[in-house]
């Protein structure tokens, strides 16, 4: 799993965001307020403006300590039964029928199914509930005010502040109860689908020099796949890992009367919890230095040179035998880079060697070969066996007093790199229970939820229906990429420093019209310091808009959860705080806007 920073603990997060959020938000408030003013202002003037924006931020502030639970509840009631009778319960029928073809177009074929139907329930679910959401939301609103019926609620003692509040409590009423449907029913369907046996023909049982005990068997194929297994003497084994998962295979009977029982798959749904360690690298002396760049523009991963003292080292903490006493499970992923060819079809030789962090004692290198894309592992027993015949305890020869040990990884072929990232190497502690990791993917997706709606409706209260869908919908689409928007306001800003080459919009414009390279720069003159100063101007605006609005791809755990690693509770706490915390912005925004409008008056 790509983790290109890893996360902060809760408190520490908490301490750090609660100055810039608290910030923020008193930013954001005051630029609301002016906002308001300046609409105010457009409809009855600036003295009338002015004197009308007073007036409902200081009744605002009194009235928000005087909100009635019991309103807040009769609006919420009324809006989870108004999208009642709009029938979204029909997305829920959509959903069931997208499972129900599903399996047609899934790939049966996948190296990694688990991932396949986990990211696709996941996926599905988000965008079909943000789109129903976004349109219940912008549209609930405009219609009342257009229809008149609103007039029935403002004319009752009901306050602003709890007809918002109502509504966004009742549409997130009625998106928590089709999420938590389809939660459940995206539960059944990985699961059944990823649920298969295979079957032994005791005819395949055959020799190999390879198995300890001489005996191997395979399964037959099943769900496009098989597994092959050796053929214990205590009458249990496992079979290798494929397509994500192994089986437990127990024999049967003895003689002609022998039969293999294969039993369920396992960890195809998991939620491993990785340590991290700290990644140095090695170069080809042998001494400390910064990884090699071999031409990719992404820097996530460092490379280094096979076939010398150049090495990749990561260092653990905490492996001790009291937590695991029987031996280290390790996990890694490998990015090549193929300064030749070689054999194509084989992967790049690779190394593991364990070492002492305070001495030389290091294990004797335990050889791989490379699977490129895809997540290996290796399994160290305690008792390592020397090349001398000696056994040594790894804990106890290469293990320090803090529990300290390095891992190095070395490429063998000469002329080949490998790449990793600190991430790419991770010791398995243990295992959280599935199904509680998989709530946690539909928890993220109930936070952008909610503030899909609170941003619907904050925009509904000034906005007419389309606008404010259109308005809505830019702000989720800005904050899926609000990275890459700063990123390109700070190579019009300070072009020096940045990585994106080919200037603002007009000016990338200009370039795609003429064919230019973004690599040669435009001719001086009146017009370039024009076009450059006007892309300043947009830039500004939409690097404003970006820090505005919500990160939407920071409240995303479904990488987490497809690719078998536990959401960790610091980073789903800080997911949900920091969503409570827009939701608490956008609304108070929401009830500014609305008492601007004469029917809240």
Known sequence: MVVEELPLPFIEWLVQSFRYGLAAVVVFLIGSLFFGYLLSTFRYGASEGFYLTARVMFRGVGEFFQISPRRIIAMATLAFK?????????????FIAILLFAGWFLDTESTQPGQ??????????NFLVLALVLLLSVFSLPTDIKQKTIYTVVTKPVRAWEVVLGRIAGFCAIGTLILLAMGVFSYWFVVRGLAHNHVVNTDDIRSSELIEGGLEGETLKNKNHFHSFPVDANDQSKTDMRMGHWHGVTRQGEGENTSYRVGPAQDGLVARVPQYGKLRFLDRTGALAEPISVGYEWTYRGYFEGGTLAAAIWRLEGITPEKFSDGLEIFWSISVFRTHKGDIEKGV??????AHPENDNQSPPIPFESKEFSLDSLYIEREFELATGETVDIFKEYADDKGRMDFILRCDDRGQYFGVAQADFYQHVGDRNFAWNFAKGYLSIW????LVIGMGVMFSTFL???????ATLGSVVM???TSHVKELALSVFNPENSTIDGGGPIESLIRLVNQMNVSVDLD???????IQALDAVIMAFMWAFAVMVPDFSRFDMVRYVAEGFNVPADVWCQQLVAGLAYSFVVTCLGYFLLRTREIAA
Do not use: C, D, H, K
Not at 349 to 354: A, Q
């Open 116 to 125: 396949l139907y986990i990211s696709f329930v996941l996926t599905s679910s």
């Open 479 to 481: 904050g899926f990429f």
């Open 524 to 530: 001086l003159g009146f017009a370039t310091t024009v």
């Open 349 to 354: 030789s690779g190394s593991w060697t364990l």
């Open 82 to 94: 108004e999208a009642i009778r709009r029938r979204v319960l029909v997305s829920f029928a959509v």
């Open 464 to 470: 007419s229906a389309p606008v404010a869908l259109l």
């Open 447 to 450: 936070i952008q939820m909610t």
